[in-house]
T-cell receptor, first 107, second 115 residues
């Protein structure tokens, strides 16, 4: 399987704390994307980072990419209860998804 | 703007029955995808279509067929449903895939139960 791994599988934090989740992949990539899924609904795109970029920011989101280690991380700063969701990385031209991290933010 | 529309939203099939899941997008996207999502497994790619007239296998294509009917529509067919195909199916589209991939937009999913 080309499916990558995300770490941790589940994360529980208090509102206001930062949340970090990691994605490792197996193939060479052109870009890597992060998505959020609320309660089994359709996924929503968060951010895209290209293989020649090392870091990218979007609001409270910070994504890093290390192609030598085949890994990426997503940092959500100052988390809110509304951030409670599952987060997935996706990569390659075929858009292969990792297994996801379930984030719970407690009020 | 409707985005990506999937029909039906829910379906119960008996083992051996066939059905087609429909997907349509109104964003003039070139690439379309079908995924299945099982508990704890994330999304697994079944088939994708990089552009109109082309389709390719994904990670788990066995038991499925697809048709890229035109640029807007991409259907997924189960010829003889099995209980192992009980899952939530998502359709997605993106402007393009491959070397210069772009963000994908997802439908709301079809919850399929095979009994």
């Amino acid at each position: 399987s080309q499916q990558g791994e995300e770490d941790p599988q589940a994360l529980s934090i208090q509102e206001g704390e930062n949340a970090t989740m990691n994605c490792s992949y197996k193939t060479s990539i052109n870009n890597l994307q992060w998505y959020r899924q609320n309660s089994g609904r359709g996924l929503v795109h968060l951010i895209l980072i290209r293989s020649n970029e090392r870091e990218k920011h979007s609001g409270r989101l910070r994504v890093t990419l290390d192609t030598s280690k085949k890994s990426s991380s997503l940092l959500i700063t100052a988390s809110r209860a509304a951030d409670t969701a599952s987060y997935f990385c996706a990569y390659t031209g075929k858009l292969i998804f990792g297994q996801g991290t379930t984030l719970q933010v407690k009020p | 703007n409707a985005g990506v529309t999937q029909t039906p939203k829910f379906q119960v099939l008996k083992t051996g029955q066939s059905m087609t899941l429909q997907c349509a997008q109104d964003m003039n996207h070139n690439s379309m995808y079908w995924y299945r999502q099982d508990p704890g497994m994330g999304l697994r790619l079944i088939y994708y279509s990089a552009s109109e007239g082309t389709t390719d296998k994904g990670e788990v294509p066995n038991g499925y067929n697809v048709s890229r009917l035109n640029k807007r529509e991409f259907s997924l067919r189960l010829e003889s449903a099995a209980p192992s195909q009980t899952s939530v199916y998502f359709c997605a589209s993106s402007l393009q895939t491959g070397t210069i991939g772009t963000e994908a937009f997802f439908g709301q999913g079809t919850r399929l139960t095979v009994v």
